[in-house]
C-alpha cells in the first residue's frame, strides 16, 4: 500500500503555483493543471491522475501552524 504525498502551495507567481513536494523541493506547476481556489497554503495530493485538494489535511497543518504559534507567543508572555 503506498502511503500518500502530499504538495503544499507555498505561492503563486503567475501562472504557475510554486509548491513544496513531498521530498522538500520546490516546482512550479501551471495553474491551469490544479484545480479551482488553489492559493498559498492549500494541500494538493495526486489521484488518479490529477491533483485535488485535500482540505482535511490543510485544516490538520492550519490548526497544527496556529497551535504552535499560539504557544511560541504565550511562551514570550511569561
Same mark, same amino acid.
Given at each position: ?18 509548491? @513544496? ?12 493543471? &490544479?484545480? /479551482?481556489?488553489? *492559493? ?17 489535511? @490543510? ?12 504557544? &511560541?507567543? /504565550?511562551?514570550? *508572555?511569561?
Amino acid at each position: 500500500m503506498s502511503q500518500c504525498k502530499f504538495i503544499v502551495v507555498d505561492r503563486i507567481e503567475g501562472e504557475f503555483a510554486v509548491c @513544496e513536494m513531498a521530498d522538500e523541493s520546490e516546482k512550479a506547476l501551471p495553474l491551469s493543471s &490544479l484545480p /479551482n481556489g488553489v *492559493k498559498e497554503g492549500t494541500v494538493l495530493e495526486f489521484k488518479d491522475g490529477t491533483y485535488v485538494i485535500n482540505e482535511k489535511e @490543510e485544516k490538520s497543518r492550519r490548526k497544527d501552524t496556529f497551535n504552535l504559534q499560539q504557544r &511560541l507567543f /504565550n511562551r514570550k *508572555k511569561k
